[in-house]
Nanobody
């Protein structure tokens, strides 16, 4: 059974930093792409940073230069380092992975990030 479990959200002041982690369990070999999405109140879910095992990392224009995603050597943990946070970064952040065999997408439960003074 596939599980994606995020951790590391919270409240931070503008200009601060947060680091999110996503532990992926259950047949991780099936995933060819992973990354992070977010959803702010009243808005649609949007891509933040995604990457494939053989391709480049794609960042949303709004986070380029401030956010960095990475994985550990086993690719069973995905990280999102967020720097220079802005109030507009406030959202629920979701870990995401895609099964290369049939395109099935898997999601974590989400972790709240609030940027406020």
């Amino acid at each position: 059974q596939v599980q994606l479990v995020e951790s590391g959200g919270g409240l931070v002041q503008p200009g601060g930093s947060l680091s999110l982690s996503c532990r992926i369990s259950g047949s991780i070999f099936r995933f060819d792409a992973m990354g992070w999405y977010r959803q702010a109140p009243g808005k649609m879910r949007e891509s933040v940073a995604t990457f494939s095992k053989t391709g480049p990392t794609n960042y949303a224009d709004a986070v380029k230069g401030r956010f960095t995603t990475s994985t550990d050597n086993d690719m069973d943990t995905v990280y999102l380092q967020m720097n220079s946070l802005k109030p507009e970064d406030t959202a629920v952040y979701y870990c995401w992975a895609r099964d290369f065999r049939d395109g099935t997408e898997y999601w974590g439960q989400g972790t709240q990030v609030t940027v406020s003074s």
